[in-house]
């Protein structure tokens, strides 16, 4: 006889593209690069932790210098493995934004996310200047508004940072590490990435758009230029 079927419905809940985009130009050679290495396998132990944020995030790592790369391509965080990262070369924004633009796209299209997935949001983390050519035709791609899958930039600047530049490049939320101290500055900035995912994570299903961004320790909220 025939019927409606009696096969449960799979729910999948909605998937959080999420992209560390890690400055490892020559000077965050030495104890910042060695903090960041020490540290970011607690980043991912933190978003384990928590269950509605390790069933949703897929986790990507770009480290950008001169050039670009993805040293992480889209996870889930169960099987992420945190790649170890070397630093060397200039601070080349125009290729970071570019690879996360490209890496995420061919990540959100290989997992077919377009109905149930959040806008990816972007952590940009960086101790210094662009020395690259012009970022921002770049970051208006990675950005778009009106792209269902343009991202968010949420950046944090440590050490010797361009304050006005980790501002720029941010789309809402913006900080600057107090410590000088490259470890302190690292942790901080990793502890209010952490809040940041598991926050909005957990943010209503509905608003594809959510984006919680909490006031972390040792953290100083910088302007957010507008532009573009």
């Known amino acids: 006889m025939g019927g409606a079927s009696t096969h449960p419905v799979r729910f999948e809940p909605p998937v959080f593209p999420v992209c560390l985009l890690i400055d490892v130009s020559g000077s965050m050679y030495g104890p910042p690069i060695d903090a960041m290495n020490r540290m970011l396998p607690g980043l991912r132990r933190s978003i384990l932790a928590d269950p509605v944020a390790c069933a949703r995030v897929r986790l990507t790592l770009i480290a950008f210098a001169s050039e670009a790369h993805t040293v992480m391509p889209p ?86 940072a361009d304050r006005q530049a980790i501002g720029a490049v941010s789309t809402r939320y913006a900080f600057f590490a107090r410590d000088r101290d490259p470890a302190a500055a690292t942790g901080d900035i990793l502890d209010g990435i952490a809040a940041s995912i598991t926050s909005t994570a957990a943010s209503d299903d509905s608003d594809a758009q959510s984006l919680i961004v909490p006031a972390g320790a040792g953290l100083t909220p910088l302007p957010v230029d507008a532009i573009g």
Not at 115 to 130: A, E, K, M, W
Not at 139 to 159: C, I, N, Q, Y
């Open 75 to 160: 996870t889930d965080v169960p099987r992420a493995r945190i790649p170890f990262l070397q630093a060397g070369g200039a601070t080349n924004f125009r290729a970071a934004f570019e690879r996360a633009h490209a890496t995420l796209t061919d990540g959100i299209r290989a997992r077919d996310t377009a109905i149930r997935g959040r806008r990816p949001v972007v952590y940009f983390l960086s101790d210094g200047g662009d020395t690259g050519e012009d970022w921002l035709p770049a970051w208006e791609r990675l950005t778009d508004p009106a792209d269902p899958h343009g991202a968010e930039v949420v950046s944090f600047g440590m050490g010797a």
